[in-house]
Nanobody
Framework: QVHLVESGGGSVQAGGSLRLSCAASGITTITYHMAWFRQPPGKAREAVAWIDPPGSTTYAESVKGRFTISKNNARNTLYLQMNNVKPEDAAVYYC????????????WGQGTQVTVAS
């Protein structure tokens, strides 16, 4: 059974930093495509950052240069380092995993809330 458990959310001042974690079980981050998504209040869920099994990363334009996705395969954990946080980054952040690049994401965490104080 697959479990993705996010942590690290909370309140951060605009311009500040926050690091989100996603602990995976039932899958291995070394073999799965992993990603961070977010859903701002009243808006649709959007992809934020992706990392493939070898570790190549891709970012949404809105976070490029500010957010960093990474993983620790030994700990089976995905991270999202958020720097220079902006008010529009406030959202529920979810991690997701899939085995094949062409698939939809079948595995999701429960989400962690990020609020930004301006």
């Amino acid at each position: 059974q697959v479990h993705l458990v996010e942590s690290g959310g909370g309140s951060v001042q605009a311009g500040g930093s926050l690091r989100l974690s996603c602990a995976a079980s039932g899958i291995t981050t070394i073999t799965y495509h992993m990603a961070w998504f977010r859903q701002p209040p009243g808006k649709a869920r959007e992809a934020v950052a992706w990392i493939d099994p070898p570790g190549s990363t891709t970012y949404a334009e809105s976070v490029k240069g500010r957010f960093t996705i990474s993983k620790n395969n030994a700990r089976n954990t995905l991270y999202l380092q958020m720097n220079n946080v902006k008010p529009e980054d406030a959202a529920v952040y979810y991690c997701a995993a899939k085995y094949r690049v062409r698939d939809e994401y079948p595995y999701w965490g429960q989400g962690t809330q990020v609020t930004v104080a301006s």
